[in-house]
T-cell receptor
Framework: KNQVEQSPQSLIILEGKNCTLQ??????????LRWYKQDTGRGPVSLTI?????NTKSNGRYTATLDADTKQSSLHITASQLSDSASYIC????????FGKGTKLSVIP | KAGVTQTPRYLIKTRGQQVTLSCSPI?????VSWYQQTPGQGLQFLFE???????NKGNFPGRFSGRQFSNSRSEMNVSTLELGDSALYLC?????????????FGEGSWLTVV
């Protein structure tokens, strides 16, 4: 059964600090992994996409890593801002998409 | 360029009723996919349509169905509603099939079943 596990479930950090979110996946077939940001009451927005041959992808203050051997990915957020408060969802797969339940990040002043 | 538009945004239905949700993709996008999001299960893939054909289907009962029209607009139908169907239903569109293409989500339709 395809599974995507994310940790932690929720996280509170001070504005300006860095944080790292984790995603472990057991998905077959696997062709790519995406991270999404979902603000409350809005649809998810894609942050990064990586194929199995890529191990790092950056998008501004967001850096995603992928280890296809261990089937793990992480999303690192640097110099967090209040606007980073959101749920971050990991998605892995190919034509069948499997999503994690997300990490709820709260950035406080 | 207009984004993905979903209607209605909010609706309340009674158990046993049916509901139809509508999705207008971004202009030029031919793939539409549907998702159910609940606090307990997170985002779950329902199905994908490309050029009016269902390409993939997630693990949901047959009460969940959809279709796509020639203008790429899509509808999703849920029959014989159950309390557990209460969720945010998201539609997403992409230029091509899901795999490898960036998908753009709409704001969702909030369905409450009472």
């Amino acid at each position: 059964k395809n599974q995507v596990e994310q940790s932690p479930q929720s996280l509170i950090i001070l504005e300006g600090k860095n944080c790292t979110l984790q995603c472990n996946y057991t998905v077959s077939p696997f062709s790519n992994l995406r991270w999404y940001k979902q603000d409350t009451g809005r649809g998810p927005v894609s942050l990064t996409i990586m194929t199995f041959s890529e191990n790092t992808k950056s998008n501004g203050r967001y850096t995603a890593t992928l280890d296809a051997d261990t089937k793990q990915s992480s999303l690192h957020i640097t110099a967090s801002q209040l606007s980073d408060s959101a749920s971050y969802i990991c998605r892995a797969g190919s034509y069948q998409l499997t999503f994690g339940k997300g990490t709820k990040l709260s950035v406080i002043p | 360029k207009a984004g993905v538009t979903q209607t209605p945004r909010y609706l309340i239905k009674t158990r046993g009723q049916q509901v139809t949700l509508s999705c207008s993709p971004i202009s030029g996008h031919r793939s539409v996919s549907w998702y159910q999001q609940t606090p307990g299960q997170g985002l779950q893939f329902l199905f994908e349509y490309f050029s009016e054909t269902q390409r993939n289907k997630g693990n949901f009962p047959g009460r969940f169905s959809g279709r796509q029209f020639s203008n790429s607009r899509s509808e999703m139908n849920v029959s014989t509603l159950e309390l557990g169907d209460s969720a945010l239903y998201l539609c997403a569109s992409s230029l091509g099939p899901l795999s490898g293409n960036t998908i753009y989500f709409g704001e969702g339709s909030w369905l409450t079943v009472v």
